[in-house]
């Protein structure tokens, strides 16, 4: 298990290597009439993959080292019983394409609302009090960054 892990960080921190010449090439917020250029987040998700990959690698060097008992999976006691937990991920990509179609019909705001709902729930939270201040932040981070920061319209 540790090394299937140790090569998906390696290819994380790989990726984001390869992805910084390309990114480079973006016009600076120097070179455009924007306060944030557009190298800026494509830059910004890079540095976060590079960390994150390089976190991910030293938590596996450390466990592998450590050889962490708690680690093994156990097998769960219903193996035919039917659990939103072992289909989280098809939910996710449905969502995704949902949100995609939704999106042409009733715009950005939304249509991005209603997938952090979906979202949220699939992630397991279950308070609507939760819920509701995610969807709260979630618009108005949406709406501050694009609209009031980038100055970038919603459709």
Same mark, same amino acid.
């Given at each position: 298990m540790h090394a299937r892990i140790t090569l998906f960080a390696l290819g994380i921190v790989l990726l984001a290597i390869a992805g910084l010449y390309p990114t480079l090439q973006?016009?600076?917020?120097?070179?455009v009439s924007t306060f944030i250029g557009p190298r800026v987040w494509p830059l910004t &998700? @890079? %540095?976060i993959l590079f960390v994150l990959g390089i976190v991910l690698l030293a938590l596996t060097w450390r466990d592998r080292r450590h050889g962490?008992?708690?680690t093994e999976e156990k097998a769960p006691s219903?193996?035919?019983a039917f659990s939103i937990g072992r289909t989280r991920h098809w939910?996710?990509?449905a969502a995704?394409?949902?949100y995609t179609l939704l999106m042409q019909a009733?715009?950005? &705001? @939304? %249509?991005?609302?209603?997938f952090t709902l979906?979202?949220?729930?699939?992630l397991g939270a279950r308070s609507w009090m939760a819920i509701a201040i995610t969807l709260v932040v979630a618009a108005v981070l949406m709406q501050g960054v694009f609209v009031s920061l980038l100055g970038i319209p919603m459709p």
């Open positions: 973006f016009p600076g917020s120097a070179q &998700l @890079l %540095a962490d008992e708690n219903a193996k035919g939910w996710f990509i995704a394409i949902g009733v715009g950005f &705001l @939304l %249509a991005s609302l209603v979906a979202g949220t729930v699939l």
